[in-house]
């Protein structure tokens, strides 16, 4: 399973909401700049120490994070079909 960091800004972001806060109040509360929590809630890297400042902040629970849904694109048979066309095209041309 793979959470991306904009889906762990959006999570704060959501549970910044939840709680009536602004990102001025979040940062404020937790020792950085509202430009920094920004980023932040946009996909920038963040320090673990900082994460778990935040989630404590907005009362919520480290390891909801790990509760996000995870879902990986579906593809399509045709789509299927089509890579492995592909793939046996690129498996010819190594032969040669």
Not at 20 to 34: H, I, R
Not at 72 to 94: G, S
Request: glycine content about 6%.
């Amino acid at each position: 399973m793979t959470i991306s960091l904009l889906e762990i800004g959006q999570w704060i972001v959501d549970q910044r909401k939840k709680r009536g806060m602004t990102q001025l109040d979040l940062a404020e509360e937790v020792g950085v700049s509202p430009r920094t929590l920004s980023k932040i809630e946009n996909g920038y890297d963040m320090k673990m120490s900082l994460f778990l400042a935040i989630t404590e902040a907005v009362g919520a629970d480290a390891s909801e994070i790990l509760a996000l849904p995870n879902e990986a694109p579906k593809l399509t048979d045709d789509k299927v079909h089509e890579i492995e066309q592909h793939l046996q095209a690129i498996k010819q041309i190594l032969r040669k």
